[in-house]
């Protein structure tokens, strides 16, 4: 495999008062480049605190993350649940703040924001503050943000659990256009199968206290993906018997 992250036994444990809870429990994996790779699992199962891991945000763990050596901190890009936007920035400052704290010269923040800006729809909203859109408007600002640096590798976690389904669904058709033009490595979070079994090339599933990871299942249904298929049905129906045995 081209790796590109490999996790090695990392381990996350969390004192609740008094007692210790293991949010993360002896995780190893491989990740590929340019693969489209989802954690499912349940709440509580440890989905958010092993991106954090991942992606560098949290740094006190067990274990080891490994990034191909061509990788640093300033290919990697993140997308939160909740949007995560500066209240007192505009939408083109907001799209920008990746850029901006990576130094790069103001023609480069120009046409990275302008290209965001026209992709995702928000050319007319670029003066906006973040409290004057909607919420499938917000996301689009958080991913945009995070796609403006030309990331190598884009964490997601339930980025589109906050939105209604029908914006959720047209995101996730825009991330997968963006995804099949040049092909980043996006690692995401969900706890929504048929979710995961649209998007993903291979799906981690992890189960609940300890978050352990069940098994690792490659989705090989062709793109786009048929969701009234029986074949995608039977991934479901498989899925489910993993996430609740
Ligand atoms: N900062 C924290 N302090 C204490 N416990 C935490 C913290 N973050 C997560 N946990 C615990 O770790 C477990 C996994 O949490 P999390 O990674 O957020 O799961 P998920 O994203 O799958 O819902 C949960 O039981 C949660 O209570
Ligand atoms: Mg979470």
């Known amino acids: 495999m081209d790796t590109i992250i490999t996790l090695d036994s990392v381990t996350k444990t969390f004192r609740e008062g008094r007692k ?26 440890g989905k958010s605190t092993i991106l954090r891991i991942m ?4 740094k006190s763990y067990h274990g080891a993350v490994r990034l191909a050596p061509e990788i640093d901190r300033n290919d990697i890009s993140f997308v939160f649940q909740q949007f995560a936007l500066w209240p007192w920035l505009t939408v083109y400052d907001n799209i920008g703040i990746g850029l901006v704290a990576r130094h790069a010269p103001a023609p480069l ?62 995101l996730r ?30 799906i981690a599933v992890l189960t609940v206290h300890p978050g352990r990871l069940e098994k690792i ?5 062709p793109r786009p993906r048929a969701k009234r298929s029986k074949e995608f049905f039977a991934l479901e129906d498989h899925l489910y018997s993993l996430v609740s045995p």
């Open 20 to 45: 210790l809870v293991t949010a993360v429990e002896n995780i190893s994996l491989e990740i590929a480049r340019g693969e489209f790779f989802v954690f499912l699992g349940p709440s509580g199962s």
């Open 55 to 58: 992606s560098g945000l949290e």
């Open 109 to 170: 923040i120009r046409e990275r924001v302008g290209r965001e800006l026209e992709r995702f729809g928000l050319a007319k909203f670029a003066r906006s503050f973040p409290r004057e859109l909607s919420g499938g408007m917000r996301q689009r600002v958080g991913i945009a943000r995070a796609l403006a640096t030309d990331p190598k590798i884009i964490f997601m976690d339930e980025a589109f659990s906050e939105l209604d389904s029908f914006t959720a669904a047209a």
């Open 173 to 202: 058709r825009d991330i997968l256009e963006i995804w099949n033009q040049t092909k980043p490595t996006i690692i995401m979070v969900s706890h929504l199968i048929p979710e995961a079994l649209e998007l993903a090339d291979r």
């Open 217 to 221: 299942v490659r989705n090989t249904l």
